[in-house]
């Protein structure tokens, strides 16, 4: 089965250093979505993507969050500087989304990132 | 906007019981689309079952089945026969048709004791 493939999968590192998330979506999804799960907060939209153009990222902390899509094959996250308070897990998903259709189609989580910042 | 409400948190069984996981919606959209996710221990969500605005009928897919209500803006999902293994978080999404993008509740934890 195709799946969406996170990396690194554990990342533990001090306060103010830059982190960087990647994630593969699924060939042939065309929308990457960033989301972020902490006990507090639930399950949070960062931002996402449609064919590699940024959608919404009204959920992420601008000044120091960035989200980019390089090519249809790579997504990334970075936080510079991290701060204590991202420790989280976070997710991306893919899934398909026929333009100005409508789509039933589920997405498709990779296995996370934990992200622990000391 | 957009907002999904998994009112009970958690939940506690015994094996062999049936457990009925509750959720609420609330959406302008007269298209949209539902879902649930489960979340093992492990930490992965998994996509389990889906329903459109469209379609109330009811289903039944071997130890899973879900009620969809337009009127009361519910979309309830039920385990029979409920087993070890299906102890995880579960997830609760509404879609927006066109965007794709999913509003999330909060979860409830399911524990099922031998």
């Known amino acids: 089965d195709a799946r969406v493939t996170q990396t690194p999968r554990h990342k533990v590192t001090e306060m103010g250093q830059e982190v960087t998330m990647r994630c593969q979506p699924i060939?042939?999804?065309?929308?990457v979505f960033w989301y972020r799960q902490t006990m507090m907060q639930g399950l949070e939209l960062l931002a996402y993507f449609r064919n590699r153009a940024p959608l919404d990222d009204s959920g992420m902390p601008k000044d120091r969050f960035s989200a980019e899509m390089p090519d249809a094959t790579l997504a990334t996250l970075k936080i510079q500087p991290s701060e204590p308070r991202d420790s989280a897990v976070y997710f991306c998903a893919s899934g398909l989304v026929p333009d100005g259709q409508p789509s039933s189609q589920p997405q498709h989580f990779g296995d996370g990132t934990r992200l622990s910042i000391l | 906007a957009q907002k999904v409400t998994q009112a009970q948190t958690e939940i506690s069984v015994v094996e062999k019981e049936d457990v009925t996981l509750d959720c609420v919606y609330e959406?302008?959209?007269?298209?949209?689309?539902l879902f649930w996710y489960k979340q093992p221990p492990s930490g992965e969500l998994v996509f389990l079952i889906r329903?459109?605005?469209?379609?109330?009928q009811n289903e039944i897919s071997g130890r899973y089945s879900w009620n969809f209500q337009k009127s009361t803006s519910s979309f309830n999902f039920t385990i029979t026969a409920s087993q070890v293994v299906d102890s995880a978080v579960y997830f609760c999404?509404?879609?927006?048709?066109?965007?794709?993008?999913?509003?999330f509740g909060d979860g409830t934890t399911l524990t099922v004791k031998p």
């Open positions: 999404a509404l879609s927006e048709a066109y965007a794709g993008k999913s509003t």
């Open positions: 329903r459109n605005s469209f379609d109330e």
């Open positions: 959406t302008r959209d007269t298209t949209y689309y």
């Open positions: 060939l042939g999804h065309n929308t």
